[in-house]
């Protein structure tokens, strides 16, 4: 496996997040994002994007700029890079082997050392990883912000190529997607990145072609993967929704990829999942096999093909080669919505788990065909091992009253979060003999704690986290009324003082607000 991080890529994800929406046209930042977006056009020509995923990348530049951000910088990022994998090399169809990936690092990413879960998130039929992160990064910051999620690195990996869709299978004709995204992947992304790199904090989701790919890795690769959330997902390639597909399709087999290019949909589905499942390299130029053939004018089925395409589905194939093997999934939950033409394939399939004697949830919505990411994402953090809810650095403001001080947290302390407010005489370092002065836990509104002040000068702090604490924030306000913030970090904690002198002049009663700035 060889790698290559992308600058251009990581050039165009902090541009897309720093950017202002007021910069005006002709600006040096608006130049440096047409630069960007030309860098983007150079690689497409040169064969390393898609057309349709060049034009994802020129909506994220263009409209990331103007969206809003939260405060406390709550939200995470998308670092984007390039990975090439040997088991893509090689592929009939020559499709590339340098694959781009999107990461998305959750908010603390970058302010602490901690390590994270990770969650492999597999886009549908014609889709590419850039879309599957403008559909959930919202989702992910909002739910991690609110916690109720935790905090987890999620991988958008290429599944498309020539056929659009590789349906995450393995065969010559489409090369080694199996091995790209289970072993050469994982490989990078917990080489690159600050990853719990084990599968009990590994887990693998996607909807449509992605809820097949993650179903079908989870039960082949249950070493790496733990947890998997399937949604939307097809499961048997010989039930009979399935079989009225390859029936019907008999007629339009395409004998090269220019008629390919002019299938409609389910036909060009077809012929991409028949790729993976029926190659044969004797049937130039498709390499391909089917269920049914026509012959003299009449839908003929072909029992071998089908059988191979048995032995080689989820319902079948991969479920029984699964009970073979003595490694079990932590977890398992299959999503599908009731409007969703696949809801007969998700029903048997729970019914073949629960036969089979395997533990699942299962949940339907009123939806169609579609990922939801509140009933998968909390399924996912419940289930893997390090998922901590995040806790953001509060915005606080320190003020001198006549009777003594007020604490003022002026925007919102996070549901559920301890606010531990402690003081000292004076620092030694880690000397320094901090005394409790007040306690709160954040119920999502805006807070103000009355201090009493016990000498000339006294030290103060806010420790924040969950159960234990995590975090400490604080500032330090001068006499002169100026303010200044200290980070200091051992480990997992960030820690900031506020320093308060009996002598503060009046400029110094105004509440001075501090942000941990990320």
Known sequence: MRTRKSTSARGITTLAACAPA??????????????SLGAAFRIFRMGGLSRGFVLCLFVMLWA??????????????????????????NNLLYDSARRWVGVYLPPSYDSTQKRYPVVYMLHGYTGNPCGMVVALQPALDSMTAARTIGEMIVVFPDGNNRLQGSHYLSSPVIGDYET?????????????????????????TGVSMGGWGSMHLALKFPDVFSVVVPNAGYYDAVGDSAVWIWQNFAPYHPTNLVEFDRLDFPWNWAQSVLAG?????????????????LINGQVVAVEAALQRLRDSDVFHGDLGRYLKQPVRLNAIKVVCGTNDSLIIDARAFTNALTAAGVEFTYEEHPGGHMYVPELSLPFLSDNLEG???????????????????????????QQGVDYNVESAAALDGTNTIWTAKTHLIGDGQAASVPLPMEGDREFFRVRTGNPAPRSSIGVELASSGDARAKNESKQKTTERVAVVRKSTSARGTRPSRFALLR
């Open 387 to 413: 998922a901590e809810l995040y806790v953001a650095p509060p915005l606080i403001g320190l003020s001198k009253t006549p009777a003594g001080l007020q604490l003022s947290f002026p925007c919102q302390c």
């Open 22 to 35: 007021s910069a005006a046209p002709g600006s040096a930042k608006n130049n440096k994002r047409i630069i």
């Open 64 to 89: 990331w700029p103007g969206m809003p951000s939260t405060a406390l910088g709550q939200n995470g990022r998308i670092d984007w890079s390039q990975i090439v994998s040997d088991a893509l090399t």
């Open 277 to 293: 499942v029926l190659p044969d390299l004797q049937r130039p130029p498709m390499y391909t096999d089917y269920p049914y053939e």
């Open 180 to 204: 790209y995204i289970a072993k050469d992947l994982v490989a990078y992304i917990d080489a690159h990145y600050r990853t719990l790199a084990t599968r009990d904090s590994r887990g693998i």
